[in-house]
Every structure is written in C-alpha cells, then in structure tokens.
C-alpha cells in the first residue's frame, strides 16, 4: 500500500502499512489577502506555521491572528474540523498538531481529518516521531514543500484501534515523566541564567573584590591615575595609525551616576579606547571564497566570537586599510538587527579580518583594560542595559558609533579589573560547565522521545492482543469512509 512498498519498521504482523492519503481527508489553506483589513479580525480561528514555533501542547485553539467570514471565503483557506491533525509542510516542515476546535490554517500547512478508526493523537505522535520521513517527501528550490499530493503518500504503519489506543496512552505517560524532569532542566538552565547575570553586576560593581580591595587599598594606583596616563596614550595611539585629525574625546556628566568605591572612576566608552567605528556598506561585491574573515552580527550572538561558518572576502588594495581591520583585544558589539548589543572579545590574533557595516568595532587604549570592558558591556544590570535602552528608544533597533562612545563605565584600578576579572572568570567557568551538564541531558531526553517514538511505531511499546479487532476489518471500515458507494 506504501510507495515503492516502503518499509519504515518492522511491525507486527497485526498491523498493516498504509498511507495519510488513504486514512484521511486532507486540507490545504490559504492566505486571505493582506490589503483588506476587513479579510482579518472576525472570529475565525486561522493557524500559520509561525503560530506552532514556540507551541509545545498537543491541541491548539487558535493562533495569533483570526481572520473573517470575507476572508475566508475570498481565499482558499478552509474550515477543518476539530481533530485534525495539523502538521507544517513548509517554512519549516514537521510542526504538528491536533485542532481543537473547527480552524482554517494558511498554506504552509497541511491537515488531516482522520477516518474514525484511526485515534488523531497516534498520528499525532507518529509525524512527530518522523520529521525526517516528511522533508524526504519534500521539494522545491527556494525552500523545501510537502504538497499535498506527496503528503497523502506518506507512509504510516496502523495497529488495531484498542492497540492504538494503548501506544497513545503508554506515550503520554513515558512523555509525562520525561517533560517534568525536562521541566527541571530548563528551570535549572533559568536559573544558572541568573546566577550569571548576579555574577556580572557583583563584579564590575565592586562587589566580589570588597574586601581584597580593602586590604590592598593603599598599593592600588586610583583609577583616576590610570585614566590620566590612557587619555595621554589615546593621542599616540590615534597618531599612531594615521587616524586622520585627532578628536578629543567626549565629555561625561556624572551628577546622576552612582557613588563608586574608593579608587575607582567614571568614565565613557570613547575615553579609555582611540577607535571606535563599524564596517563599510557594499561589502558583498567582495565576497569570496578565500581571503579574509569578514565578522557579520551572526558571529558575536552568543557574546562570543564563533567563526565557524564564516564569511569572506577578497578586498582590493587600500579598500580599508586598518580603519576596520580586527586585532586581538578589540572588542566587537552588534549594532543593528535581531542581535543589537551582542558583544565579544577578540581574544587571539587573528588572521586578516573586518567587520560588518551591522558591527561596531572598538579599540581600548590598554589592552589590560578590554577583559573588563567587555564584562561592563554584557552585564544586563549595566553597560547592556544602556545599550538596549538606546537601541530600542526610538523604535528600532539599531546603535549609533555616539551610542557607544557616550556609554558610562566605572573604571576600577588595573590590579584590580585583573582580579574582578580572575574571579568573574572562575565562577562563570563553573556555571558554564553545569549547564554543559545541562544541555547534555536535554540531549539525551530528546533521543529518549525519540526512541520511544520508534518503539512504538514498531509495535514494541505496548503487548499485542489477540481479542483486538483484526486490521483486515478495520481497513475495510477505512475503505467504505473514503468511498461510500462501495
């Protein structure tokens, strides 16, 4: 009954292969148009892919939008009956389902009315269990589909109904176990979240060196000291590299800014560092297969720098110079985009390397000063904090070069960003490694979900039982649904 009589498992001889296309009514949707408000709004329950990103409930009700009886019939979106399996055939494939109550969906779907001898929550589990199978069915060039007429090809193995019943309820109780203790993960990985974000606010506000700056008060040159020797330094630096007329830098109002601890001193992004730009437009007439890494917003969105799957490009002679050229202990932050803020820290030289037009590129005076630099930036209680107001106070988001160079830091004594820094680090280390912990034990889960599914789907989940309805009988009931004259 399967194309080219495809065999997924090796099910009991109890159970019969058979298609979605023969145990179902299957529907495609539609998208009313978008120039006609009135299409939208009215009290029609409409499901797009999008709507089943972040859905983790067997049922769905409705989804972000609903659209009116206008737009359901000026499209070729249709009513589909409470119970149908739902599954996304594109953008992406294998979001899946079950309607509870009658919904349209848009056409990146595709849904199920099943024959009444078929349970929906066992299609359910099966599609789930196979989204592999599914994009196998798919095609296209832009992006991969499952039309409809390849889905209805789909093959699906059907026990007996009672047995099908017992795989469901075996599923959820096996899912039920396995959900709480992923439960218990993901509040652990919560607050390990937290624990970091306290980490970063304790050090850069002085908090973790309390008390060894107490003790080592009096052989700490103040940070006044160590501002006065970078902003002499700025100059050569900017004069250095051939920065083009020397610009002093801005000046910073501390009357509403928090008092700091003995020592230390207020100071803005532009004082401590002689460079702050980001990349040039047009970049990508130069892309290439080899020459030199281009850093885009991608690479920093974990506030670290991975190059992994990097850019390149092949720049024509004096194309940039140094004016955007990334050196070790430059810090690197996400200026526009979904990513706005992200920073990180170049910690090895480099080969050649440039930034993006969407990545601001700064260069501290002193390189013993970038450790702690980019800890005040990513603290979310801090320097993230300022950024994030700026960039999405005018509805953005986006920074400007004046953003970050305006943005407040408290400048500690050098000895003692080294030893903020050498605490930061250990603590975070150790969070860093719990949630490894962690991550590989979501792993895990995921491959017991996953090997469940496919213990059931092979008949070895539960126990056959010989007062079962025959599967001869019940495609025979199937049959008759599909084709009532028969």
């Known amino acids: 009954m399967t194309e080219n009589n495809e065999k997924l498992y090796n099910i009991p001889e109890t159970w019969k292969w058979s298609t979605l296309g023969e145990i179902s009514t299957i529907y495609s949707g539609g998208t009313p148009s978008t120039k006609d408000e009135t299409n939208f709004g009215g009290d029609i329950p409409w499901i797009t892919p999008a709507d089943l990103s972040d859905h983790t409930h067997v049922y769905v009700r409705h989804g972000q939008r609903n659209i009116s009886e206008k737009g359901l019939h000026s499209s070729s979106a249709v009513m589909i009956p409470a119970g149908s399996v739902l599954l996304s055939s594109r953008a992406p494939i294998g979001y899946v389902t079950i309607a509870a109550n009658d919904v349209t969906t848009n056409q990146g779907m595709k849904s199920f009315h099943l024959f009444d001898e078929i349970i929906n929550e066992y299609v359910y589990y099966y599609l789930k269990g196979n989204k592999s199978l599914l994009e196998s069915y798919a095609s296209g060039t832009t992006f991969l589909e499952v039309s409809k007429s390849r889905v209805s090809r789909v093959p699906i193995p059907i026990p007996p109904r009672p047995e099908q019943k017992r795989i469901v309820e075996k599923i959820e109780e096996l899912f039920t176990q396995l959900d709480a203790g992923v439960a218990e993960l993901q509040k652990a990985k919560a607050q390990l979240k937290r624990y970091r974000q306290a980490v970063l606010k304790a050090a850069v506000e002085g908090e973790l060196t309390r008390e060894w700056r107490a003790a080592n008060q009096s052989e700490l040159e103040p940070a006044s000291d160590l501002l006065e020797r970078i902003l002499a330094e700025r100059r050569a630096k900017w004069e250095e590299e051939l920065l083009g007329n020397y610009r002093e830098p801005l000046s910073l109002d501390i009357k509403n800014l928090p008092v700091l601890p003995d020592g230390w001193v207020w100071v803005n992004l532009d004082m401590v560092t002689y460079h702050i730009t980001s990349g040039s437009r047009g970049w990508a007439k130069y892309y290439s297969n080899d020459g030199a890494i281009f850093i885009r917003a991608q690479d920093i969105n974990t506030d670290n720098l991975v190059l992994e799957n990097i850019a390149k490009v092949s720049l024509p002679k004096n194309v940039e110079g140094k004016r955007t050229r990334v050196f070790k202990d430059n810090l690197l932050i996400t200026i526009t985009g979904a990513n706005v803020t992200k920073t990180a820290l170049v910690r090895q030289q480099l080969d050649e390397a440039y930034v993006s037009q969407h990545v601001g590129l700064v260069r501290p005076v002193d390189n013993r000063t970038s450790e702690f630099l980019y800890h005040w930036i990513v603290s979310p209680a801090?320097?993230?904090?300022?950024?994030?107001?700026?960039?999405?106070?005018?509805?953005?988001?986006?920074?400007?070069?004046?953003?970050?160079?305006?943005?407040?830091?408290?400048?500690?004594?050098?000895?003692?960003?080294?030893?903020?820094?050498?605490?930061?680090?250990?603590?975070?280390?150790?969070?860093?490694?719990?949630?490894?912990?962690?991550?590989?034990?979501?792993?895990?889960?995921?491959?017991?979900?996953?090997?469940?599914?496919?213990?059931?789907?092979?008949?070895?989940?539960?126990?056959?039982?010989?007062?079962?309805?025959?599967?001869?009988?019940?495609?025979?009931?199937?049959?008759?649904?599909?084709?009532?004259?028969?």
Do not use: C, W
């Open 382 to 486: 801090n320097g993230r904090r300022v950024l994030e107001k700026n960039a999405y106070g005018a509805g953005k988001p986006g920074l400007n070069l004046t953003n970050l160079r305006e943005l407040p830091i408290a400048l500690p004594p050098i000895e003692e960003q080294e030893r903020i820094v050498q605490i930061a680090k250990r603590r975070l280390s150790v969070a860093d490694e719990i949630e490894r912990e962690i991550d590989q034990a979501l792993i895990r889960s995921m491959k017991l979900q996953q090997s469940i599914l496919k213990h059931a789907f092979e008949g070895n989940l539960v126990k056959q039982r010989s007062d079962d309805e025959p599967i001869t009988e019940l495609s025979g009931i199937i049959t008759k649904q599909k084709h009532p004259a028969l």
